[in-house]
């Protein structure tokens, strides 16, 4: 039934056992015996199917793949065999049958909530358990030649978007209107619907429309810039805003395929811009350029940040870079993948060595108080011998 | 500068200042002395704000409003007052010096990640941290007359999209067409982006479009109907199969406005229906009338859902409602606010009373295996003499 639905590409078997065993692996340098799997996300990534179940992963044994439904959902898409239950709590006696409660027990503490930790704690007898997270993270940091093919699936829904956004932006139209009809023209080309950020209160849109003033408003999440939204409930992306000439309005589109996030900016003018903008805008595609000239393989985070900042410097726009005053954020990137706020983080701090397969948004963007924001995000896939752009869609302004 | 950009009706004053004495109220009951309120819509319904920030209640002081950022967006939204930080390791020497840290502390222990409530002990000093959810819950439950008016303007957005969907529902066309131009719809009426639904792995999309066999697909969540969507990553949500006549089609759609929550299904169809559509179509009005009929402040939810229940059974359509085989879900209602998964639940089981201003979605639907689904959702306010519905927006089957 599912398949006449035609419910998209499925994650190859050999790379689900292949996730599997790189697990096994880092759990058992870490002295983790035994991995129990809860969050959706990774579960997916883990397993090739999103249906309520459970992973349990340990060194010597398993994978054992409980799932509580769908049943037939979860066995049309995982290559896994599949140990169905009515009810978490049936697991400790087969995990115990098995010979897999022993050793130090490792869950996802980073986003278990209290009460659930506590659950299964009780459930699976253990007083403690650590965090799995960081390995499930640093594997997920390396994306394989199947993931990169969805990113870059991903990345033609952005590339859409961008060319509909040249066709549709209007003079005295509000910004929710634009994002109305760009978020329309995503989904109708694919796109999965919403996507994902992790952690407690991490929330985010699809469609972001920031034009003069509510480019500069400061957000309360770590973003240079959120918009204003429509409602101080969601204080974040499109507001009823209305294009004036003269301004850039920036489009900040996250593109989404079979559970993998891309996520680019352009500006679009109708008019001429003021020097400030036209300068912020042209240093933005420099920094690029540059980054493009010396990132790859081997290179350090901390390096391609620090190079971008002394740009900024130099031009006398540091500033505004990245947000002004309280706005002010501390990076120019961000990991891709399943998830919007994934490693590398390209930061002052984050001292993290480029591998082949990392994919990460690179925004370098400018902020002028009581006036606006400019600036350009491209998403780059770190090669062995430099970066490769995700998409090819044009960085110039756009002029309507 | 916000002011300029008209980001919604505030909460008033006086129902920040109620809402929180009403919790230290429940908090004296409960032997809780201070409550550290961290996830953000708990935050929003306390502040009035949704900016990054903290917020401590003592049973005999505070409450102390605690922002990181936005300090300028919150302090235009809340009527308290605010207590800048830095960063949160500042608030336990102000908590400290107020006197405040003392007696038993309550945190959200439902939503709160297992690292960041451990972060939070060390912040605080305290060993043990009960859980203050089920207070906040309970007071959420019970809507003030702001937050009716809210949920009423989210349920005119609902209205409109039901009435859209008349005009652009076309034969031939994918269910994700159709989701597009509604979800264009909403958004250009108001809708404020997406939903909330609280807990792990809790997803939701604004727009569900069930239509034949794609309204059968058993979900891995707690819902009915949840369509196939277009991916296995985002296992939801419409996908491209495409409209057929004589076969309903359902729209699921959630309004949202200025953080509150509507949810209503409607059924359109081209051309004549079979008689088992009908006949579940008919028997769900009818379900929703007889609720009308007798369900007020003092019935028992279980009451409701044993009613319809027997109702269905009557009719010989107890297999298909609610779901059938693995994807039977054991209620008819669930609470709706600023998320979408309030208190009530309409189940078998939950023995709550119903209560003036209480605010929940009623949804008998009708899962026929291999064939589609049929069924209606509304929407009402508990009231002492009955059920006020949400919206005007009629009931009846659509043909297009």
Same mark, same amino acid.
């Given at each position: 039934?599912?398949?006449?639905?035609?419910v998209?590409?499925?994650?190859?078997?050999?790379?689900?056992?292949?996730r599997?065993?790189?697990?096994?692996?880092?759990?058992e340098?870490?002295?983790?015996?035994?991995?129990?799997?809860?969050?959706?996300?990774?579960?997916?990534?883990?397993?090739?199917?999103?249906?309520?179940?459970?992973?349990?992963?340990?060194?010597?044994?398993?994978?054992?793949?409980?799932?509580?439904?769908?049943?037939?959902?979860?066995?049309?898409?995982?290559?896994?065999?599949?140990?169905?239950?009515?009810?978490?709590?049936?697991?400790?006696?087969?995990?115990?049958?098995?010979?897999?409660?022993?050793g130090?027990?490792?869950?996802?503490?980073?986003?278990?909530?209290?009460?659930?930790?506590?659950?299964?704690?009780?459930?699976?007898?253990y007083?403690?358990?650590?965090?799995?997270?960081?390995?499930?993270?640093?594997?997920?940091?390396?994306?394989?030649?199947?993931e990169?093919?969805? *990113?870059?699936?991903?990345?033609? +829904?952005?590339?859409?978007?961008?060319?509909? &956004?040249? #066709?549709? %932006?209007? $003079?005295? @139209?509000?910004?929710?209107?634009?994002?109305?009809?760009?978020?329309?023209?995503?989904?109708?080309?694919?796109?999965?619907?919403?996507?994902r950020?992790?952690?407690?209160?991490?929330?985010?849109?699809?469609?972001?429309?920031?034009?003069?003033?509510?480019?500069?408003?400061?957000?309360?999440?770590?973003?240079?810039?959120?918009?204003?939204?429509?409602?101080?409930?969601?204080?974040?992306?499109?507001?009823?805003?209305?294009?004036?000439?003269?301004?850039?309005?920036?489009?900040?589109?996250?593109?989404?395929?079979?559970?993998?996030?891309?996520?680019?900016?352009?500006?679009?003018? *109708?008019?001429?811009?003021?020097? +400030?903008?036209?300068?912020?805008?042209?240093? &933005?595609? #420099?920094? %690029?350029? $540059?980054? @493009?000239?010396?990132?790859?393989?081997?290179?350090?985070?901390?390096?391609?940040?620090?190079?971008a900042?002394?740009?900024?410097?130099?031009?006398?726009?540091?500033?505004?870079?990245?947000?002004?005053?309280?706005?002010?954020?501390?990076?120019?990137?961000?990991?891709l993948?399943?998830?919007?706020n994934?490693?590398?983080?390209?930061?002052?701090?984050?001292?993290?060595?480029?591998?082949?397969?990392?994919v990460?948004?690179?925004?370098?963007?400018?902020?002028i108080?009581?006036?606006?924001?400019?600036?350009i995000?491209?998403?780059?896939?770190?090669?062995?011998?430099?970066?490769?752009?995700?998409?090819?869609?044009? +960085?110039?302004?756009?002029?309507?």
């Amino acid at each position: 039934m599912l398949k006449s639905l035609n419910v998209g590409e499925l994650t190859p078997k050999e790379e689900i056992h292949a996730r599997i065993n790189k697990l096994k692996a880092k759990m058992e340098e870490q002295g983790i015996a035994l991995a129990i799997i809860l969050q959706n996300v990774d579960l997916f990534y883990f397993t090739g199917t999103l249906q309520k179940g459970v992973l349990a992963v340990s060194v010597d044994k398993g994978p054992v793949f409980f799932v509580e439904k769908s049943l037939q959902r979860a066995a049309a898409e995982t290559p896994l065999e599949i140990t169905p239950i009515k009810r978490d709590k049936d697991i400790k006696d087969i995990l115990s049958g098995l010979g897999m409660l022993k050793g130090r027990c490792g869950m996802e503490l980073d986003v278990l909530p209290v009460l659930v930790f506590e659950r299964w704690k009780g459930i699976l007898g253990y007083d403690n358990i650590v965090d799995v997270w960081p390995l499930i993270r640093d594997l997920r940091l390396i994306k394989s030649p199947f993931e990169i093919r969805q *990113i870059k699936r991903s990345g033609e +829904i952005v590339t859409q978007v961008f060319k509909r &956004a040249k #066709e549709v %932006i209007r $003079e005295g @139209m509000r910004e929710v209107d634009i994002a109305a009809l760009l978020e329309s023209e995503g989904r109708v080309h694919g796109h999965q619907g919403f996507l994902r950020m992790r952690g407690l209160n991490q929330e985010m849109m699809n469609v972001y429309i920031a034009h003069g003033l509510s480019g500069t408003v400061v957000s309360g999440a770590d973003v240079p810039i959120s918009g204003a939204g429509v409602t101080h409930a969601i204080p974040q992306g499109p507001s009823e805003n209305r294009v004036q000439r003269g301004i850039p309005l920036l489009v900040d589109y996250g593109g989404g395929y079979n559970g993998y996030i891309t996520d680019e900016t352009r500006a679009f003018t *109708i008019g001429e811009l003021k020097d +400030i903008y036209l300068k912020g805008h042209e240093v &933005a595609r #420099e920094i %690029i350029e $540059e980054t @493009m000239d010396f990132a790859k393989e081997g290179i350090v985070g901390t390096e391609v940040f620090t190079k971008a900042f002394l740009r900024t410097k130099r031009e006398g726009l540091d500033e505004y870079f990245m947000g002004y005053g309280e706005g002010k954020v501390s990076f120019i990137g961000h990991g891709l993948g399943l998830e919007i706020n994934e490693l590398p983080v390209i930061t002052p701090r984050h001292e993290i060595v480029l591998q082949e397969g990392m994919v990460f948004a690179f925004e370098p963007k400018f902020i002028i108080p009581g006036e606006g924001s400019v600036g350009i995000e491209v998403d780059f896939i770190v090669r062995k011998d430099g970066l490769e752009r995700v998409t090819d869609s044009p +960085i110039n302004i756009v002029y309507l």
